[in-house]
């Protein structure tokens, strides 16, 4: 089975940064796409960021210019550098992880507050 540990949520300013790491382990033999959503209380989970294997990356448009995705294909590790937050985007960031035999895993999640 796969696990996925995320950290680096929390408390912060509207204007600061956060930087979420989520790290996968287990039986995983290749990993296709990594990315991470959200959900506010409220609202529908929704993509946030994406980043394929070949390194293609698509935004939301809220977070464009602002977030940034990356990955570490040795470590399979995603990042998420998050800049110039809003209280917008307060919620629960929850990491994804693609197979190769496009199987779907998700972090238990990690909440973000970003107050006005």
């Known amino acids: 089975q796969v696990q996925l540990v995320e950290s680096g949520g929390g408390l912060v300013q509207a204007g600061g940064s956060l930087r979420l790491t989520c790290v996968a382990s287990?039986?995983?033999?290749?990993?296709?796409?990594m990315g991470w959503y959200r959900q506010a209380p409220g609202k529908q989970r929704e993509l946030v960021a994406r980043?394929?294997?070949?390194?293609?990356?698509n935004y939301a448009d809220s977070v464009k210019g602002r977030f940034t995705i990356s990955r570490d294909n040795a470590k399979s590790t995603v990042y998420l550098q998050m800049n110039n937050l809003k209280p917008e985007d307060t919620a629960v960031y929850y990491c994804?992880?693609?197979?190769?035999?496009?199987?779907?895993?998700w972090g238990q999640g990690t909440q973000v507050t970003v107050s006005s």
């Open positions: 994804n992880v693609v197979t190769g035999y496009l199987s779907n895993y």
């Open positions: 980043i394929s294997s070949g390194g293609i990356t």
């Open positions: 287990g039986s995983i033999f290749s990993i296709n796409a």
